[in-house]
């Protein structure tokens, strides 16, 4: 088995301590009427230079969930690979509907046209870069309910899945829509295992986590180190709900990441960097009870079970066909 990076097909057992849930580089304020992002910033240099910080501390691999319509652009990411070392794997499908670009046609699409597209990124590439995206999401939705065209998305992420064994993450921050999604993915024969709710320390609900997990799916928690109040105030509650739910022998369904998305979130611009997680969520689990095989289970383990896939054909071999759009 191997993960699918942007700089090709990895063997598993190369996968190292991974953040599975960030961005490289990310556009986030092109939504009409919203000016409140600062965006990350465009400078291949500085990101460079912060993903260093990850690496020195052992980081191997980074889930960028960049989608079309939020800045994704698999070469110059690419080029950051070969720059830093990581192995860093991109995403497939939409992101959430105000950021559906409107070239994407969501709504005069069907399901399988957009599940199609998903799977050709999988299986053969994205757009004319022959770079494979190696994991479905973020797949999001704005409010507390799914809308008509994020359902739409959802019922095709859920197909890709079934169709390509690609997992699919998400973007649920508000209320339990985490489970209105699943249920989507499930209802297209998605593998609810091969899910991972994303976000879920945004909803500071503890009973959420436990029936994420009883639904068999796996649960992020992923915004550490993010310089917003509400998320940075409940950073100590959310580590407490790590321990009880490690407690609770559910290791092997939990992920750590930061999602850098942002100039803020950058150590330059005053912000946390990529290295939080390893530099003061750690030791704060190890400290409050959590084991080292507990820790390797949450970073190295689960990522690699959850990104990983069968090699597929080279480019060339394959027979010729188009993407759907
Ligand atoms: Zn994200």
Known sequence: MVVQTVLGPVPVSEIGFTLPHEHVYAKLWLIPGRYDYAGQIDNEDILVEELGEFTVRGGSCLVDLTLPGIGRDPLRVADVA???????????????EPYYPPEA??????VES???EMVWEIEVGIGKTGIRAG???EIGTE???????????CRAAGRAQARTGAAITTHSVLGRVGLDQLDLFVAEGADPRRVI????DWIADLDYCQTVIDRGASVAFDAFGHPDPYTRGLENMVCEFILELLRRGHASQLLLSQDVCGVVNLKRFG?????????RVIPQLLEGGA???HIRTMTVENPRRLLAGPPRPPIGARPAGRATL
């Open 197 to 200: 709710i994303g976000h879920c």
């Open 271 to 279: 912000g946390a960097g990529y290295s939080y997680v390893q530099e």
């Open 82 to 96: 070969r720059r830093t070392g990581l192995h860093i794997v991109a995403g497939t499908g939409f992101y959430r």
């Open 105 to 110: 046609r969501i709504d005069r699409r069907t």
């Open 291 to 293: 084991t080292e095989d």
């Open 114 to 116: 957009i599940a199609d």
């Open 135 to 137: 994991i479905i999401g």
């Open 143 to 153: 409010k507390s309910w799914v809308s008509a065209q994020e359902e739409r998305v």
